[in-house]
């Protein structure tokens, strides 16, 4: 009888695969202690690859339809500025760049066919963006899930509203600013701001249980990740964007604009998890964190979740639940009033 598939393969290639394991288990076993190892672990815990998309979907089903909203009040000058913004960022040209800039440049149709109803469903989609946003940092953190209601819609509208800024901002000073010098101006404001942003975004989606001084680290960490995806995004955008569009038509731009939303996702919440990594550690930075107080947390703050029962492995980042402290009701804590 013939051998099986199977079994010639696992003569063949069994012992390289269990020697490639044990490689594996060394090396994690080398990174554990460290911030990489931690941080690995961390993101176990979050599934943070479920996260990631989730977070990615959330933000690009509300992005748009919640810019065109926001737009029937901005006067013209700050619509063009905005478009900039967009252009830059995803690389849109040719056609569609046309098909953007026509949607925000034929505003009097979008504000006759735009009701009461229909802003306050774009308000509601913009906020579930940030609902799910505030879900990261908390799980990170191992922080209870309550605290909804009218307060943390507000929270969300803020951080909806510093990120409309930023784009608004950036695009405007690539309309008027010209050369070298302009280039050098445009940069070292969007690097002052996002981290401003992102460092306020911190101090929002938790809540303002944080001390600022330990929200700091992992504020500069997001931003210069969010600020290189920007960078990465200018090369391989636009050509993404170009080859889609003429393999897919505009389904092909909104593949490149979703892979755009992903990899910031993964940026937000690689920063996100680095925070707490960080703040337990006993070198200068945690010290420093946690500062005279020896917390990162302000009195009266609800204690924070106890660590998984067990070490987090990869497979969790998928989302297969049991690592991560019971989370079973985060959905329906967030929804509670304050």
Known sequence: MPESPAKRFQQRYGPTVARRREQLADLTEWLRPGFVGLLLERLY????LDRTVALASKAFISFFPFLLAVTVVMPKRLRLDLVQSLRERFGLSGDAYKLVSDAFANIQSFRSATGVLSIVLLLFYATSFTTSLQRVYLRTWRRPASGGGPRNAGRGLLVVAGILATMT???????????IPGKTLIVVVQ???????????????????????????????????????????GIWMPRSVVSNQKQFGYFG???????????????????????????????????????????????????????????????????????APDTAGDEEDALKPD
């Open 45 to 48: 815990e979050v599934e943070f």
């Open 169 to 179: 901002v950036s695009g405007g000073l690539g309309r008027i600013v010209f050369g």
């Open 191 to 233: 690097i002052l701001i996002t981290f401003f942003v992102w460092w306020t975004v911190h101090w929002l989606m938790l809540r303002g249980e944080f001390y600022w001084r330990a929200l700091l680290p992992p504020a500069v960490i997001t931003a210069v990740l969010a600020l290189g995806n920007t960078v990465a995004a």
């Open 253 to 323: 731009v909104t593949l490149s604009i979703v892979s755009w939303f992903v990899s910031l996702s993964f940026c937000i919440i690689v920063g996100a998890a680095s925070g707490p990594v960080l703040a337990e550690r006993e070198d200068w930075i945690g010290r420093w964190m946690r500062g005279p107080h020896g917390s990162v947390l302000k009195p009266g703050a609800p204690p924070s979740r106890p660590a998984p029962a067990r070490t987090p492995n990869i497979l969790d980042a998928f989302g297969r639940r049991g690592a």
